[in-house]
T-cell receptor, first 111, second 113 residues
Framework: GQNIDQPTEMTATEGAIVQINCTYQ??????LFWYQQHAGEAPTFLSY????GLEEKGRFSSFLSRSKGYSYLLLKELQMKDSASYLC????????????FGAGTRLFVKA | DVKVTQSSRYLVKRTGEKVFLECVQDMDHENMFWYRQDPGLGLRLIYFSYDVKMKEKGDIPEGYSVSREKKERFSLILESASTNQTSMYLC????????????FGDGTRLSIL
């Protein structure tokens, strides 16, 4: 079966660092996406990992371990505008054009 | 920037009605998708299309159909709306095959009364 797990909610303080974890069990793996979705808005692309390791993009970094079926999104210097849902999604090779999405993690940033 | 436009942000319909949700993208993307998003369930794929007049069932196609007569437009049809189809519907598009990020529309919040 195909399954992606991520925490439902997290709370962090402005200026801090937060790590959002994602574990996946899928039939094959071709890459992992992270999307950000503000309430009432469309998801927007944050990162794509294909190989193991850390990809850094400004305040956001994404890590992948294919052998462990594990990824995390790291947000540094949190700002209030980072309050949003963060979606982990896997692109399996058998899926053709399909991407499998996790249920998302709602992040609340407090002052 | 890719622009994916959904025809309505909010829509209220009655049980049994035939409902049309329209999606248009302006970047000549081959692939288009319809998802529904429900709390705790994430994005679930209803149908997708990888070319004009081509369509493939996703994970939850029952009660829905789609139409892709032109490359830029992908329509989702609820044949006879039911209350369990009340949801947020998201359209997305991607370019080519492989791990391309999906570009989403703003969504249509559909309520079936």
């Amino acid at each position: 079966g195909q399954n992606i797990d991520q925490p439902t909610e997290m709370t962090a303080t402005e200026g801090a660092i937060v790590q959002i974890n994602c574990t996946y069990q899928t039939s094959g793996f071709n890459g992992l996406f992270w999307y950000q979705q503000h309430a009432g808005e469309a998801p927007t692309f944050l990162s794509y990992n294909v190989l193991d390791g850390l990809e850094e993009k400004g305040r956001f970094s994404s890590f992948l371990s294919r052998s462990k079926g594990y990824s995390y999104l790291l947000l540094k210097e949190l700002q209030m505008k980072d309050s949003a849902s963060y979606l982990c999604a896997v692109f399996p090779p058998s899926g053709g054009f399909k991407t499998i999405f996790g249920a998302g993690t709602r992040l609340f940033v407090k002052a | 920037d890719v622009k994916v436009t959904q025809s309505s942000r909010y829509l209220v319909k009655r049980t049994g009605e035939k409902v049309f949700l329209e999606c248009v993208q302006d970047m000549d993307h081959e692939n288009m998708f319809w998802y529904r998003q429900d709390p705790g369930l994430g994005l679930r794929l209803i149908y997708f299309s990888y070319d004009v007049k081509m369509k493939e069932k996703g994970d939850i196609p029952e009660g829905y159909s789609v139409s892709r007569e032109k490359k830029e437009r992908f329509s989702l049809i609820l044949e006879s709306a039911s209350t369990n189809q009340t949801s947020m519907y998201l359209c997305a598009s991607t370019l080519g095959q492989g791990g391309q990020p999906q570009h989403f529309g703003d969504g249509t919040r559909l309520s079936i009364l």
